[in-house]
T-cell receptor, first 111, second 114 residues
Framework: SQTIHQWPATLVQPVGSPLSLECTVE??????LYWYRQAAGRGLQLLFY??????ISSEVPQNLSASRPQDRQFILSSKKLLLSDSGFYLC??????????FGQGTRLTVV | AQSVSQHNHHVILSEAASLELGCNYS??????LFWYVQYPGQHLQLLLK??????LVKGIKGFEAEFIKSKFSFNLRKPSVQWSDTAEYFC????????????FGGGTRVLVKP
């Protein structure tokens, strides 16, 4: 069966520090991969979307970047965190047009 | 570009009341439609989905949704809610012509009072 792992679950980082959140998928190949940010009252904002290795679509301008070094690995990064980067980040995968499956999320607090 | 809007940010109702959550999308092509639910402290999970066929879709826990193509809508309904339906509900859309990118609405927080 397919599973998705996202870590860490919580993270507190100082302003200006780098960020790396990792997401891996097991039990499937060539998934579509997503990074979302969930904010109260604003739903799930799609940040990055990937259909294959090295193929990243950025949906909103921001201080973050994403990479897909392997088929089932999706990394969310920042060189220098801002206070406004605080939030709840969700990784997800899907196959084609089918439903998406979500990771447990990462609560990021930038202090 | 496709977008999804949910009309209500917060809904409060009593047990046994009926629930209807609105969802409209803007995309001219063929779409797939989803409702997801997030119970307090839990992951997002799929409630129901529409790909084709009967526009009235039945999902888990007594929920159903109706796809009305002419209105670009996919409203979620439940005839009689329970306290355990307290959660946040998200409508989502993807389309093959848009690369199957899954776009969510802003979510609706539903509070069911016992």
């Amino acid at each position: 069966s397919q599973t998705i792992h996202q870590w860490p679950a919580t993270l507190v980082q100082p302003v200006g520090s780098p960020l790396s959140l990792e997401c891996t998928v097991e039990g499937t190949s060539n998934p579509n991969l997503y990074w979302y940010r969930q904010a109260a009252g604003r739903g799930l904002q799609l940040l990055f979307y990937s259909v294959g290795i090295g193929q990243i679509s950025s949906e909103v301008p921001q201080n973050l970047s994403a990479s897909r070094p392997q088929d089932r690995q999706f990394i969310l990064s920042s060189k220098k965190l801002l206070l406004s980067d605080s939030g709840f980040y969700l990784c997800a995968w899907s196959r084609g047009e089918r439903q998406a499956f979500f990771g447990q999320g990462t609560r990021l607090t930038v202090v | 570009a496709q977008s999804v809007s949910q009309h209500n940010h917060h809904v409060i109702l009593s047990e046994a009341a009926s629930l209807e959550l609105g969802c409209n999308y803007s995309y001219g092509g063929t779409v797939n439609l989803f409702w997801y639910v997030q119970y307090p402290g839990q992951h997002l999970q799929l409630l129901l989905k529409y790909f084709s066929g009967d526009p009235l879709v039945k999902g888990i826990k007594g929920f159903e949704a109706e796809f009305i193509k002419s209105k670009f809508s996919f409203n979620l309904r439940k005839p009689s809610v329970q306290w355990s339906d307290t959660a946040e509900y998200f409508c989502a859309v993807n389309a093959r012509a848009a690369g199957n990118k899954l776009t969510f609405g802003g979510g609706t927080r539903v509070l069911v009072k016992p």
